[in-house]
Nanobody, 118 residues
Framework: QVQLVESGGGLVQAGDSLRLSCAAS??????YGWFRQAPGKEREFVAAINWSGHTTYADSVKGRFTISRINAKNTVFLQMNSLKPEDAAVYYC??????????????WGQGTQVTVSS
């Protein structure tokens, strides 16, 4: 059974940092992405990384967020620094067997809540 399990969400103050993790099981993936969805808004792309380490970021998080991965552990991370209230959302991990940073994404995690107080 293929699973993506996110962890690391929580409640922080503006300016703080969080690191999200996503552990994949059941198969290996070439590429991972992070997405987020705030209440009343559509899910939006945050960052992605492929097997070789090539990364892509949404303009809203460039310079503040860093996506990384440990291939041997089928794990991807999202380091989030200088968090803003507008970063609050449920963050989802996605994965694909394609070598891409643009999807399409075949598998999704259940999400982890990030709350940022001002």
């Amino acid at each position: 059974q293929v699973q993506l399990v996110e962890s690391g969400g929580g409640l922080v103050q503006a300016g703080d940092s969080l690191r999200l993790s996503c552990a994949a099981s059941g198969r290996t993936f070439n590429s991972y992405g992070w997405f987020r969805q705030a209440p009343g808004k559509e899910r939006e792309f945050v960052a992605a990384i492929n097997w070789s380490g090539h990364t892509t970021y949404a303009d809203s998080v460039k310079g503040r967020f860093t996506i990384s991965r440990i291939n041997a552990k089928n794990t991807v991370f999202l380091q989030m620094n200088s968090l803003k209230p507008e970063d609050a959302a449920v963050y989802y991990c996605a994965a694909t067997g394609l070598i891409t940073t643009w999807g399409p994404w075949d598998y999704w995690g259940q999400g982890t809540q990030v709350t940022v107080s001002s």
